[in-house]
């Protein structure tokens, strides 16, 4: 068999079929590492030559070093036991989609370099339109992750502002332009307005109810007061699941308000998108036709690998009216047969085959099977939920969840004891055990605050996760409790 230039193709076999051989393992055990990486900061880098290799390794070293090296410092994201975030969990077809992608090697730019991955972006893309619920004609384009989908989505905004032309002439002498979020929505979307120079005076957070969805009364209120102080509104973000309790802001009344304020509505679905796979659960986040943008991010809630993020618009001229460019090394000698090239679609030039992952997931599990893992998510996410209510030493912060993420805390001693803790105390305390949980290995849950008090954050987006894996991480935090407590008073 002929050498690649690197390596014989025969050696090259043996070894795949080893690494291959060895992430099957790894796929089956890693329920017996610990969940966060025990690796103290530096100790990677210090087992590794501080220069490069001069002569060449043979292949068949590499695994011993992976698992010398790299493994002691990976915190497995697919562990059953991973609560922290949203993991973005791996079905093995989006693995072997992966090796796919790398073994072909594409760059999706122009339709000519590979019209395959051009064509099948397209149609994943159009499958997740129908699963949100979108109308017909909507188009989308693949990103690396949610923030990008947004910032994307956002420039477009800004370049639909009338009269503005940013994309010609910048911002500087111009208006002052004002965009709009929940104060609970991701800060992907702030960070997209010190992007794109509308700086972090020119976004502004909306208050929140009392299950932390964006008050639509509110809005309206922020968008007169900003046009009475010389601000031009153009966007407002809201969001299907938000990032620390999966609230589910009142997207038809904050379309009204955009309609008749005539601003851009773009919607970062990208956790929460994904409850529409389900038939029983797709009702919590209604169909979204009303947005101008949608973000998806299959990385989170689809269980895909990391990366592949979905936008799609209402209108597909927006995209190239803000990033279209033609330079001459991209020029086509048949540009009335091609259909699209994607580099006029977006920020990216050079694009990694990512609908490959999804087309073969979606094909292996089917939206029915997809759906099901959904729906056990959420049914576990039900199910700490009542665990926490039902004991003494746990509580929930109300309402109970729209989707699949849990807010908690545990009260040490119970209820009345913890109540007699200074309430800086109890939030100390919160941040103690999440560490020590951390530090277990056992287990990982984040922190958040909400009204002004620390809470435990379990996202549950994992297709692995059972309820044994909720009892385990309880049983932990009880067991570590008494050192949080003596750390959080001292």
């Known amino acids: 068999m002929p050498a690649t230039g690197d390596v014989d193709l025969e050696a090259f076999r043996a070894e795949a079929h080893r690494f291959v051989d060895w992430m099957t393992r790894y796929l089956a055990e890693n329920e017996r590492l610990p969940v966060l990486s ?3 900061p530096g100790e990677v880098r210090s087992a590794l030559p501080a220069v490069p290799p001069t002569r060449a390794e043979p292949l068949g070293d590499f695994l011993a070093d992976v698992e010398r090296v790299i493994v002691p410092g990976i ?6 036991s991973f609560f922290a975030y949203f993991a973005n969990s791996a079905t093995a077809p989006g693995i072997l989609g992966e090796i796919l992608s790398a073994a072909f090697n594409s760059n999706a730019m122009l339709w000519k370099t590979s019209p395959a991955a051009t064509e099948l972006e397209l149609v994943v893309l159009d499958w997740l339109r129908q699963m949100l619920g979108l109308p017909e004609g909507l188009f989308g384009v693949i990103q690396d992750t949610a923030s990008t989908s947004t910032l994307v989505a956002l420039a477009a905004a800004r370049e639909a502002v009338p009269g503005l032309d940013a994309r010609r002439r910048g911002l500087v002498g111009q208006a002052r332009l004002r965009m ?3 104060e609970h929505a991701h800060s992907s979307v702030e960070k997209a307005g010190i992007v794109l120079g509308i700086g972090q005076d020119g976004f ?15 809005l309206a209120r922020a968008i007169a007061e900003d046009r009475a102080a010389g601000f ?12 620390s309790t999966t609230s589910i802001d009142p997207i038809p009344a904050i379309a009204d308000v955009c309609e008749r304020e005539r601003l851009w509505l773009h919607v970062d679905a990208a956790y929460g998108g994904g ?15 009303c947005a101008d943008s949608v973000t998806i991010d299959p990385h989170k809630w689809f269980f895909q690998t990391c990366d592949i993020g979905g936008l799609l618009v209402k209108r597909r001229e927006d995209l190239p009216a803000t990033f279209h460019r033609e330079p001459e090394y991209y020029r086509s000698s048949e540009p009335e047969s091609e259909p699209l090239h994607w580099y006029q679609y977006s920020i990216e030039g050079t694009r990694r085959f990512r609908a490959l992952k999804l087309w073969l997931s979606w094909k292996h599990l089917g939206t029915e099977g997809l759906g099901r893992f959904i729906e056990a998510n959420d049914d576990l996410a039900a199910y700490l939920a009542r665990r926490c209510r039902e004991a003494d030493d746990l509580e929930t912060v109300p309402p109970v969840p729209e989707l699949s993420v849990v807010c908690f805390r545990h009260l040490p001693g119970g209820r009345a004891a913890a109540s007699a803790l200074d309430p800086q105390v109890l939030d100390r305390y919160q941040d103690r055990l999440q560490r020590a949980l951390e530090v277990s290995g056992e287990g990982w849950v984040s922190t958040t605050r909400l009204r002004g008090r620390t809470y435990l954050r379990a996202g549950v987006v994992n297709y692995l996760s059972t309820e044994k894996d909720v009892d385990q991480i309880l049983d932990a935090l009880r067991r570590l ?6 750390e959080a008073t001292l």
């Open 204 to 218: 502004r957070a909306i208050p929140a109810d009392d299950a932390f969805r964006m008050d639509a009364a509110a």
């Open 38 to 40: 025990r690796a103290r």
């Open 481 to 486: 409790s008494p050192g949080a407590l003596r």
């Open 232 to 243: 031009t509104p153009f966007a407002v973000t809201a969001t299907a699941g938000t990032t």
């Open 275 to 289: 409850a529409r796979l389900s038939k029983r659960d797709a009702g919590r986040v209604a169909d979204l036709d």
């Open 75 to 80: 915190t497995h994201w697919n562990h059953p």
């Open 180 to 182: 709009y979020a929940s």
